[in-house]
């Protein structure tokens, strides 16, 4: 009877001790930093083709990217975090930027913007995140 709650108590404490320490791992795992990253370079409405293409098996998700744009608007999160919007080729899709640090930006510049893709909210926006300007064009 002993060794029976025993070895169910061990049935159940390995895979929960598996689970705390995977879990430990992942969340003091060290941040990416997209600067040191090597980047694929595209526009922004070539970002936006991409994912409207191969929406199934993205190829760009959780890559750097550098990307070129035109701002069409820019705002603060919730977290005051810098967001901005570049325009692509279809009026009611954007490439959705939110930049790591506070930054300047104006609707109408011109620049390019480093960062991590996140993702594609389907029929709507491409999502990077951890972004700094690379260049800017105008």
């Known amino acids: 009877m002993r060794s029976a709650i025993i070895k169910s108590l061990i049935i159940i404490a390995l895979p929960v001790l598996g689970g705390v320490l995977s879990f430990l791992s992942t969340w003091y795992m060290p941040h990416r930093n997209v600067k040191n990253e090597k980047a694929v370079v595209t526009t922004a409405s070539d970002l936006l083709k991409a994912f409207v ?8 998700l ?6 070129s744009g035109e701002v069409m608007e820019t705002k603060t999160n919730q977290e005051g975090k810098t967001v901005c ?16 640090a506070n930054t300047a930006l104006t609707t109408g510049q011109q620049l390019t913007v480093k960062g991590i893709c996140t993702g594609y909210l389907s029929g709507a926006d491409v ?12």
């Open 53 to 60: 293409a191969n929406e199934k098996e993205p190829l760009y």
């Open 62 to 67: 959780n890559k750097a990217v550098q990307v």
């Open 85 to 100: 919007y570049l325009k692509t080729a279809d009026p009611f899709s954007v490439i959705n930027c939110t930049f790591k």
């Open 127 to 138: 999502v990077m995140i951890d972004c700094y300007i690379t260049d800017t064009l105008r």
